[in-house]
């Protein structure tokens, strides 16, 4: 669309020297979103009406082998993303801004954990949880909120909801927004353990 779009999902990075996807729903031309964790160990957010493209990365880095929750907001009539680490607003490293990103609407699979069709790389490397996408501007306190509910939180009832996969079988990606827009494994995933924000090892809630 031409809108706000709010992307959040917590990761579990095991590699951090290349590019690993979380969710990218891409056409043709890059037409599309996406959001990743980068080479330089920090995650970043993409937009792309085919022509006009807007691209940067968040103002730190991630921590291997820690879960993060990561989230980036995007506003076209702010021309630039925010981004969210572990609740906190980190800023953008390059601050680079786009006013003429359009329409991204497309008609792609939205896949997480590996890039959009047609791409046979920059598989995640790691654990994925939580993945949410939505129609609206999340503001701090909306983000924190999510963050602090932890990776077993419930975002099903949030408002702008387009998308929201728990990820919590290993066998069956269940949307749990009102859109129902159910998915289909590709390998064999495992069903990964709970985990306190920023802790790989605990298994407690906040």
Known sequence: GTGNVTVSAWV??????????????????ELGIFCQIHS?????????????DYHDY?????TLGKW???CAVWNPST??????????????????TNS?????????????????SGYTN???????????????????SEVLSIYQDGIDGDESLNSGLQGYWKL???????????????????????????AVAGDSTSNNNH
């Open 12 to 29: 579990k990075p095991t590699n951090l020297d290349a590019n690993y996807t979380i969710l990218d729903k891409r056409g043709s031309d």
């Open 68 to 70: 993060h929750h990561v």
């Open 168 to 194: 919590d079988n290993a066998s069956t990606i269940t949307d749990s927004s009102s859109n129902s827009n159910n998915g289909t494994t590709s390998g064999t995933p495992t069903l990964v353990e709970n």
């Open 100 to 116: 003429s990103v359009g329409n991204s609407n497309n008609t792609s699979e939205l896949r997480i954990g590996r890039r959009s």
């Open 79 to 96: 021309t630039y993303a925010k981004f969210y680490l572990d609740g906190v607003d980190v800023g953008r490293q390059y601050e680079s």
């Open 122 to 140: 920059y598989y995640f490397n790691g654990s994925i949880r939580s993945v949410s996408l939505y129609n609206v501007e999340k503001s701090p």
């Open 40 to 52: 330089g160990d920090r995650f970043s957010f993409g937009i792309s009406d085919g022509t006009n």
């Open 58 to 62: 968040a103002g730190v880095v991630c």
